[in-house]
């Protein structure tokens, strides 16, 4: 399908490398910050996420590291294979005092990862 | 997590006319949400569908341009009034769900809008 991402920064790994995504992001208030990967012809589809009360959060062959000093997140990829290739974007969300979510999120640039096998 | 589908997947559209994009979820949810990704951009939120009152809209969108409608909390319509060029992008539908106590966000595959 056509790419929606023909204006985003690009990264280009080799399979196998480590990739690592950088977001700047604006809104000290946030609660959350979402990693998300969208593959083309599809919905962003959720990766991880972390509070704003951490500093670092790991899953499945990625981790998340927030940098509140400099309002700044990244998304590491261990290993990373061809069916990683996609646009990643960052979001921010805020939550209510209640804890439920408020549920708008603003999305970030978006970077596209290009995996060579 | 929630199973979303839109219709139609794509649609090539005259400028002037009118395109309704309908959002069916397969489980309740109270929060749903339309998204606009411009081609080679990021996504931006368009408005919240609220259910059983008037959509909530962001600024920069009215709803003379971008009516919504949210007849029940499995489903949402998203109309794109006297198109243009400029209205040329991805319409994403979104529901709220919560997973494990955590509130995650579910994505429909979009709807390909090109207005020559």
């Known amino acids: 399908g056509e790419s929606v991402g023909l204006h985003l920064p690009t990264l280009s790994v080799q399979e196998g490398d480590n990739s690592i995504i950088n977001c700047a992001y604006s809104n000290s208030a946030s609660d959350y910050f979402i990693w998300y990967k969208q593959e083309s012809g599809k919905g962003p589809q959720f990766i991880i996420d972390?509070?704003?009360?951490?500093d670092k959060r790991q899953g499945q062959r990625v981790t998340v590291l927030l940098n509140k000093t400099v309002k700044h997140l990244s998304l590491q990829i261990a290993a990373t294979q061809p069916g990683d290739s996609a646009v990643y974007f960052c979001?921010?969300?805020?939550?209510?005092?209640?804890?439920?979510?408020?549920?708008?999120?603003?999305f970030g640039q978006g970077t596209i990862l290009t995996v060579h096998p | 997590s929630a199973v979303i589908s839109q219709k139609p997947s794509r649609d090539i559209c005259q400028r002037g006319t009118s395109l309704t994009i309908q959002c069916q979820v397969d489980s309740q949810v109270t929060m749903m949400f339309w998204y606009r990704q411009q081609p080679g951009q990021s996504l931006t939120l368009i408005a919240t569908a609220n259910q059983g009152s008037e959509a909530t809209y962001e600024s920069g969108f009215v709803i003379d341009k971008f009516p919504i409608s949210r007849p029940n909390l499995t489903f949402s319509t998203l109309t794109v009034s006297n198109m243009s060029p400029e209205d040329s992008s991805i319409y994403l539908c979104?529901?709220?769900?919560?997973?494990?106590?955590?509130?995650?966000?579910?994505f429909g595959p979009g709807t390909r809008l090109t207005v020559t």
């Open positions: 979001a921010e969300k805020r939550v209510n005092a209640g804890g439920t979510s408020y549920g708008k999120l603003t």
């Open positions: 979104s529901v709220e769900g919560r997973t494990g106590g955590r509130y995650e966000q579910y």
């Open positions: 972390i509070r704003s009360n951490m």
